[in-house]
């Protein structure tokens, strides 16, 4: 039975609210005290929205800003169930942790920590009573697990309001162990410990590694079962998530580690020297260090070094099992690209950028579903020559006969998909599910939408229209399973969840011509847009040609698929983030 989901969703509700006060906590953190009537249930432009909820210790809160100071002109597009991020040029967004929610004050209290830089940080700084602020979210709470004995709390000084408002809170009734490192003593703060907690204060700057490692490492692990929470800056969490997981082996439903902010390395001289002379064009960047990075990964170069530091080369060939020469080719272009290092002769160690490789995030980026269909596109000139896919070039099969009985491939997609659950209130809440009773559901986002229903209180029996690999990896990720059938049937609907993302045309035609046998209902869930808060959203459509030959579907496209299998499209509903649902009815 799959483990309880770890985050409870909300709805995405873009809010306006005024500076009531603000405060000193510490001569390091300044408190914005905010209220407005967007803080209960309200209705813009017609649409009714619910009161601001944001019951998780370490929610985030998405504040809108804007470089050129028209915020108006940033703000998202507000959909009756969600968020659409329209482009934007001069939009900035930060995320931020409510310190305090008072909902019978209609107040809303920020944190901002006093470091001089950063634009949410200006803001703060500059805030008088009356300024307005927008914000939205948070889109889902942190679910912690049910048996636990002790937690540990673990952050910087930007992890104080998460912290704090658990120790105000106590959504757990367990013995709290708290460690912060924090620049100097005025940056300690007075927390609401009882009995059997525990707190450390280090002296540390800001974004230090090795200082926040070696304090956790120090920490006491207590008996029973346990969880450790981890805020802080994103590189310096990096050793202490492979301390946890290698060393202290906790399993991933038990720890939660988060980068809150991303340290930016200072300007070389000559940098700041020339900065106001015009920019010299960056050129076309070389896929050089990417398939180094990618061959360091593959190999195991990474993750050796990693666990046994001191290495010599010939060890490191040795352990393995490559032979010599190829390793000597391989080491000193990981040198150059800071992998790894072996600075005064005492055996390699990880540089900046192999730690960072250590981050299951980071590595996806070079060993998971993407790179592959990165390393596809070599094969885009023939293919948009010949009218076919990129990766059907590449692999000889199309990507849905790759993934059908690639376990983990497809398991891939459907964590590709998990935030999809974030997306589907708009869904859930169409009146197209009145008197629904079974429900087929097909594609890698079947998971997310099984979920989405469970939240919604919306529990119609459920139909895996999946065989195989796919049906193998959904049993793991879909809620009350006692509540499927793990074969393809008769449905009053049935929803297809970036079922099409991976097919081409004449396979989609295929899957929507098989529903039509089954239902007179479907709905596509599909992004048919890029997203406009990503920076790869230019890259969106590349990527969706790579896969299926097809670029991003929109909703002309798709009603030319439907028409085609026997459908026509009754109606679109806007989800958010580029994507939407489309209804079909069988023609």
């Known amino acids: 039975m799959p483990a309880q989901r770890a985050y409870t969703t909300h709805p995405l509700v873009l809010r306006r609210v005024t500076v009531r006060r603000v405060e000193a906590v510490t001569p390091r953190m300044r408190r914005v005290v905010l209220g407005g009537e967007d803080l209960a249930a309200f209705t813009r432009d017609g649409i009714g929205h619910p009161g601001f909820a944001a019951p998780g210790f370490d929610d985030h809160v998405k504040l809108i800003l804007a470089a050129d100071g028209d915020v108006r002109a940033a703000l998202p597009a507000q959909l009756p169930h969600g968020i659409e991020w329209t482009p934007a040029e001069h939009r ?81 009734d367990v013995p709290a162990h708290v460690l912060v490192t924090v620049p100097d003593d005025a940056a300690r703060q007075d927390l609401a410990l009882r009995d059997g907690d525990t707190v450390t204060w280090v002296l540390a700057e800001p974004g230090d590694a090795a200082a926040l490692e070696s304090a956790v490492r120090a920490l006491p692990v207590p008996a029973g079962e346990g969880y450790v929470w981890a805020a802080a800056e994103s590189r310096a969490l990096l050793p202490v998530r492979r301390y946890l997981q290698r060393e202290r082996k906790l399993s991933k439903d038990r720890v939660n580690i988060t980068g809150y902010w991303h340290r930016e390395e200072p300007a070389a001289p000559e940098a700041e020297a020339t900065a106001d002379a015009a920019p010299v064009p960056a050129g076309i960047p070389s896929p050089l260090p990417w398939l180094v990075a990618r061959a360091a990964l593959q190999l195991g170069v990474v993750d050796t070094v990693a666990d046994t530091p001191g290495l010599s080369s010939g060890a490191l060939a040795a352990r393995l099992g490559v032979p010599g020469p190829g390793i000597a080719v391989l080491l000193p272009l990981l040198a150059a690209y800071d992998v790894v290092v072996d600075a005064d002769g005492s055996g390699l160690r990880l540089g900046a950028a192999g730690e960072e490789l250590l981050d299951d995030h980071e590595r996806e980026e070079y060993t998971g579903h993407e790179a592959d269909l990165l390393l596809a596109l070599a094969h885009l000139a023939p293919a948009l020559r010949d009218g076919t896919s990129p990766w059907r070039l590449a692999s000889g099969a199309t990507l849905h006969d790759t993934v059908a009985d690639d376990a983990e491939r497809y398991g891939e997609l459907v964590e590709e998909c998990e935030q999809l659950v974030f997306l589907l209130t708009g869904l859930t809440a169409d009146p197209l599910w009145q008197g629904v009773k079974t429900c087929l559901l097909t594609g890698p986002g079947s998971a997310s939408m099984a979920a989405a229903l469970d939240d919604a209180g919306r529990r119609p029996r459920l139909r895996i229209a999946e065989e195989g690999a796919a049906a193998e990896v959904l049993r793991g990720h879909v809620p009350a399973p006692d509540r499927i059938d793990w074969t393809g049937g008769p449905a009053d609907v049935a929803v297809a969840a970036k079922a099409l993302a991976y097919r081409t045309d004449e396979e989609a035609v295929r899957l929507l011509t098989r529903l039509a046998a089954w239902t007179g209902t479907a709905v596509l869930v599909e992004a048919s847009r890029p997203d406009g808060l990503s920076p790869h959203a230019a890259e969106a459509a590349l990527h969706a040609f790579t896969a299926t030959g097809s670029p991003l579907r929109d909703s002309a496209a798709l009603a030319v698929l439907a028409e085609r299998s026997g459908w026509r499209v009754e109606r679109t509903v806007a989800l958010g983030w580029g994507a939407e649902a489309t209804v079909l009815r069988r023609a």
């Open 92 to 172: 900035l967004t930060r995320d931020y942790t409510p310190r305090r929610v008072d909902l019978d004050a209609g107040e809303l209290h920020l944190d901002f920590v006093v470091h001089g830089d950063g634009p949410a940080e200006s803001w703060s700084a500059a805030a008088q009573e009356g300024d307005e602020l927008w914000f939205v979210g948070p889109k889902s709470s942190l679910r912690l697990p049910e048996q636990l004995d002790w937690i540990q709390l673990v952050g910087d000084e930007t992890a104080l309001p998460a912290i704090g408002r658990f120790l105000d809170e106590r959504p757990l």
